[in-house]
């Protein structure tokens, strides 16, 4: 019974912040990697972030600077702080786990998925 739940979406201002957390239940991943990605309307899913175990990140290059990754594993959890916002960022956001993470980068396709919380930056 792994489950994600994604939390901390919703509305903002261009410029604004919002940060966003993920609760998993059913496994600890305390040792494994956990992650974020995002999909627009039209689009593709695309990486938003990547942790690795020992706390090493990556980013995608359309967030890296603005959005920074963050893990608490006695929480089971990993949060997104996204900052300085924009209306590309408009998204449904969704948390991973159990990924793989080489070389610094994450590889999502393997994790676990959460349902998704909505961002939407008004311009």
């Known amino acids: 019974q792994v489950q994600l739940v994604e939390s901390g979406g919703g509305l903002v201002q261009a410029g604004g912040s919002l940060r966003l957390s993920c609760a998993a239940s059913g496994s600890t991943f305390s040792d494994k990697p956990m992650g974020w990605s995002r999909q627009a309307p039209g689009k593709q899913r695309e990486l938003v972030a990547g942790i690795s175990s020992s706390g090493s990140t990556t980013y995608g290059d359309s967030v890296k600077g603005r959005f920074t990754i963050s893990r608490d594993n006695a929480k089971n959890t990993v949060h997104l702080q996204m900052d300085s916002l924009k209306p590309e960022d408009t998204a449904v956001y969704y948390c991973?786990?159990?990924?793989?993470?080489?070389?610094?980068?994450?590889?999502?396709?393997?994790?676990?998925w959460g349902q998704g919380t909505q961002v939407t930056v008004s311009s």
């Open positions: 991973n786990a159990g990924g793989v993470y080489f070389s610094g980068r994450y590889y999502p396709s393997t994790a676990y």
